[in-house]
């Protein structure tokens, strides 16, 4: 550098060829962490939209059962209940309670195709009222 000065030419300007490729590599990495993690969002917001409507389709019905006074039988049985347009199952278990006027709901909800995954339970309670 200092020889170039004495003899009046100018330094060399701009960036050497490792310090170019090491930005290039740091920008890969940083554009390779941001597509990993758009990637998990998206996992995610599918697999919450999933649960909310299973969540939804076990308080509907619950309510259904209140409103209609419903008395339900003991022991097991499963129903579709669709949510817009995701198809789940309904697994409603019905249990005596110490009160004979009561009766546990509990109501687990499942995707119709695929893994036998539980996206939602829901526990609650019927009425033996006239």
Known sequence: M???????????EGFT??????????????????????AALS???????????????????L?????EREWPALGRRDAPCPQVEVQLICEEEVFITPNAQFRRVEIRVYPEQ??????????????NQP
């Open 63 to 67: 309510a259904r059962m209140r409103i």
């Open 114 to 127: 695929g893994e036998r995954i539980r996206l939602a339970r829901l526990t609650g309670f019927a009425t």
């Open 43 to 61: 996992v995610n917001a599918y697999e919450l939209r999933q649960r909310t409507l299973a969540q939804w389709s076990a308080e509907n019905r």
């Open 17 to 38: 060829l490792v310090e170019v490729l090491v930005a290039l590599t740091l920008i890969a990495i940083a554009l390779m962490a941001s597509l990993r993690a758009t």
């Open 2 to 12: 200092f020889a170039s000065i004495v003899r009046g030419q100018r330094p060399a």
